[in-house]
């Protein structure tokens, strides 16, 4: 069992800059704001999830905060450092949205994994014995030794994304950003990436999610920040009712918050699904 979200934040949070902050960020697609002013923070060593219905700018906010698309007004910063100016890519592994892959190139899964050990190779050229090791590490904490040298678009969409998660893991990031993770994802496999993420937790990192349904990771989340039409309308623990109603009436993604379905602990049983 890991521990407690508030006993790993109070001993992390001492040391370093905090991995994210998000200060009054404006995002404008297509000529319209979709994200009008959010604010927020993850702290080292935190777990914090990003829930909202569809459309509330969940992606859009994630994808800004990355990098991926501009700002209109705000400021993003990463361990302390503005986001224009960042960089230290290999402390962050960001897996987008429905990440799979299978990019129509015949890649193994070792080498689809050791791609994101690009961030520490600005200059790419062979990979060094340091790199090696952390993609068989990345590959074995996803559970995917055995299939290593195979095409990794021969997959199933559940272990094509966990080669995705091995990707962002692999060059051991301080802060691990996952748009939906768990999009597709069976309930044994939920449970496995759970106990995943309580290691890495463990080890000080900190996790920002977008998620629909907390399953199995809420006993070990710090904080739940609700999008709601582009604004934060709740940021706080992801239990008891404040957080239910500041998903009302758009809680249809969040059926659990509404009735709870049977609880699947952290301690199960710890294997992937296909
Ligand atoms: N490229 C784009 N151009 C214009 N509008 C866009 C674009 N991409 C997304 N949008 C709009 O921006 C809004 C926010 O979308 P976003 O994907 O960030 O929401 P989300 O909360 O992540 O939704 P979901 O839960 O469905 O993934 C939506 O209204 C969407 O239609």
């Not at 060593?45 to 909202?52: A, N, P, Q, R």
């Not at 299978?102 to 899964?109: D, K, L, N, R, Y």
């Not at 301080?174 to 993420?197: H, I, M």
């Amino acid at each position: 069992m890991t521990r407690s979200a508030s006993t790993r934040s109070a001993s992390a949070r001492s040391t370093g800059a905090d991995p994210l902050v998000v200060d009054d960020v404006h995002v404008a697609l297509g000529g319209r704001e979709v994200v009008r002013g959010v604010s927020l923070a993850v702290h080292p060593s935190e777990f914090v999830v990003l829930l909202g219905s569809n459309g509330s700018g969940k992606t859009t906010l994630m994808r800004a905060a990355m990098g991926v698309i501009p700002i209109a007004a705000g400021q993003v910063r990463l361990f302390g450092t503005p986001l224009r100016r960042f960089r230290d890519r290999q402390r962050i592994g960001y897996v987008p949205q429905r990440s799979t892959a299978a990019a129509g190139v015949p890649s193994t899964v070792r080498e689809v994994v050791m791609s994101g050990r690009l961030s520490r190779r600005p200059h790419a050229g062979r990979s060094s014995r340091d790199d090696r090791s952390a993609v068989a590490e990345a590959i074995a904490l996803v559970d995917l030794e055995d299939y290593a040298t195979q095409p990794a678009a021969e997959l199933s969409g559940g272990q094509q994304q966990r080669v995705m998660l091995a990707r962002g893991l692999a060059s051991r990031p301080d802060l691990l950003v996952l748009d939906e993770p768990t999009a597709g994802v069976d309930a044994r496999s939920q449970v496995a990436l759970a106990e995943l993420f309580g290691r890495l937790l463990g080890e000080g990192r900190a996790i920002f999610m977008v998620a629909h349904e907390l399953g199995p990771f809420e006993p070990m989340i710090d904080r739940a920040v609700v999008l709601r039409s582009g604004k934060v309308s709740y940021d706080g623990p992801c239990t008891g009712g404040d957080l239910a109603a500041a998903s009302e009436p758009h809680n249809q993604h969040h059926p659990h918050l509404v009735e709870p379905g049977p609880h699947v602990g952290i301690d199960g049983t710890g294997a992937w699904g296909a």
